[in-house]
């Protein structure tokens, strides 16, 4: 009888010592890493962008996307949710802009700046979750004036330029064909 009951003893400490580590190991885990989210408001298309894809603050990784999600009063405006290291400074007046990362076509959501001055975000916004306008990023900024830009190829390929081009490239094949 005394044999088993040191087996008890021993099991019950074993069990105790391993629950106690494992608690411990998700107490510290969650202690490290504290996070504030934000939503994020897009206008304009987010083609690219995911669930996981990076959240960088002035270049540095800071977080990441965790839901994207289509406003339903008005589905021309993409909410991305977003969780950031609660040590990020995003202000005010901080800017949340679209990025392409290389060629791949992925999207990150990249903030800048934000005043010294300026008071976090996260203190100023009475919402349970703040939000972020995001600004139009330089590739939609891109496309936007891309119609500007066919416009002016259209000008410049008009009937009376492409027949002073053949004329120039005939006066060349005369004075080529001279020499």
Same mark, same amino acid.
Request: proline content about 3%.
């Given at each position: 009888?005394?044999?088993?009951?040191?087996?008890?003893?021993?099991?019950?400490?074993?069990?105790?010592?391993?629950?106690?580590?494992?608690?411990?190991?998700?107490?510290?885990?969650?202690a490290?890493?504290?996070?504030?989210?934000?939503?994020?408001?897009?206008?304009?298309?987010?083609?690219?962008?995911?669930d996981?894809?990076?959240?960088?603050?002035?270049?540095?990784?800071?977080?990441?996307?965790?839901?994207?999600?289509?406003?339903?009063?008005?589905p021309?405006?993409?909410?991305?949710?977003?969780?950031?290291? /609660?040590?990020?400074?995003?202000?005010?007046?901080?800017?949340?802009?679209?990025?392409?990362?290389?060629?791949?076509?992925?999207?990150?959501?990249?903030?800048?700046?934000?005043?010294?001055e300026?008071?976090?975000?996260?203190?100023?916004?009475?919402?349970?979750?703040?939000?972020?306008?995001?600004?139009?990023?330089?590739?939609?900024?891109?496309?936007?004036?891309?119609?500007?830009?066919?416009?002016?190829?259209?000008?410049?390929?008009?009937?009376?330029?492409?027949?002073?081009?053949?004329?120039?490239i005939? /006066?060349?094949?005369t004075?080529?064909?001279a020499?």
């Amino acid at each position: 009888m005394e044999t088993r009951a040191k087996y008890v003893v021993i099991g019950s400490v074993v069990l105790i010592t391993i629950a106690l580590a494992f608690l411990f190991i998700i107490n510290l885990t969650q202690a490290q890493r504290d996070f504030d989210e934000y939503d994020i408001i897009f206008t304009e298309r987010v083609s690219g962008l995911s669930d996981g894809a990076a959240v960088r603050f002035n270049g540095i990784q800071k977080g990441e996307v965790t839901e994207l999600s289509i406003d339903p009063d008005n589905p021309s405006i993409v909410i991305a949710r977003v969780r950031v290291e /609660n040590d990020t400074p995003v202000k005010t007046d901080t800017k949340a802009e679209l990025e392409l990362v290389g060629f791949t076509g992925l999207a990150i959501i990249q903030f800048v700046g934000g005043s010294p001055e300026a008071q976090l975000l996260k203190d100023a916004s009475d919402m349970r979750v703040p939000q972020l306008k995001a600004d139009t990023s330089g590739f939609g900024a891109f496309l936007e004036g891309s119609g500007d830009v066919l416009a002016q190829a259209n000008r410049l390929l008009s009937d009376d330029n492409i027949n002073g081009i053949s004329s120039i490239i005939s /006066n060349v094949e005369t004075l080529t064909g001279a020499f």
